[in-house]
T-cell receptor, first 118, second 110 residues
Framework: NAGVMQNPRHLVRRRGQEARLRCSPM?????VYWYRQLPEEGLKFMVYLQKENIIDESGMPKERFSAEFPKEGPSILRIQQVVRGDSAAYFC????????????????FGPGTRLTVL | GENVEQHPSTLSVQEGDSAVIKCTYS??????FPWYKQELGKRPQLIID?????GEKKDQRIAVTLNKTAKHFSLHITETQPEDSAVYFC?????????FGAGTRLTVKP
């Protein structure tokens, strides 16, 4: 099991460009979560997705940010018209499908993508 | 939604001493409480977790306690070693919905 994979590991963009971050969950996992971590800060929840569905995007900025998890292929976090404040580490995590709210599932993290906006 | 608070934000101890990190949560329906360790430049990794039907769990030098009534849980590290230095995150979840605390930077001085 290769674990959660993210690419690229490092991404440099100039202000105004687009950033695309990819996440492949662990085999058998159907839930993906994206977190942003600013330098010296904690993990900020951004969005939670299942295949072809956004379950909770309450942590996503209203503009410029979008996420998807298509039926085939990795989950994509897209940042349009990047600004310097978008520089951060973006972590993806995945978990198995939970049948009930009363169940619980560990989240496994990917290595992160470090975005630098010049 | 769930809100998790974590204290202290930084903690410095001498090697061999114990370290305690505390978290509180707001959603009484939360039923799973993992703790993650993040070393510099690396991904968060699960070190221990506790389910809501258990009050305490221990794994070698680390232990976690849960008080459901008060909605708080704690991480205890005994006989700390320099390699325990890292940022530790608590989290609370219900089903697939998980929220993290802000993290505690633990420094163990040799």
């Amino acid at each position: 099991n290769a674990g959660v994979m993210q690419n690229p590991r490092h991404l440099v963009r100039r202000r105004g460009q687009e950033a695309r971050l990819r996440c492949s969950p662990m085999k058998g996992h159907s839930h993906v979560y994206w977190y942003r971590q600013l330098p010296e800060e904690g993990l900020k929840f951004m969005v939670y997705l299942q295949k072809e569905n956004i379950i909770d995007e309450s942590g996503m900025p209203k503009e410029r940010f979008s996420a998807e998890f298509p039926k085939e292929g990795p989950s994509i976090l897209r940042i349009q018209q990047v600004v310097r404040g978008d520089s951060a580490a973006y972590f993806c995590a995945s978990s198995e499908r939970t049948q009930q709210v009363s169940s619980y599932n560990e989240q496994f993290f990917g290595p992160g993508t470090r975005l630098t906006v010049l | 939604g769930e809100n998790v608070e974590q204290h202290p934000s930084t903690l410095s101890v001498q090697e061999g001493d114990s370290a305690v990190i505390k978290c509180t949560y707001s959603d009484s329906a939360s039923n799973y409480f993992p703790w993650y360790k993040q070393e510099l430049g690396k991904r968060p990794q699960l070190i221990i977790d506790i389910r809501s039907n258990v009050g305490e769990k221990k794994d070698q030098r680390i232990a976690v306690t849960l008080n459901k009534t008060a909605k708080h849980f704690s991480l205890h590290i005994t006989e700390t070693q320099p390699e325990d230095s890292a940022v530790y995150f608590c989290a609370a979840s219900r089903g697939n919905d998980m929220r993290f605390g802000a993290g505690t930077r633990l420094t163990v001085k040799p």
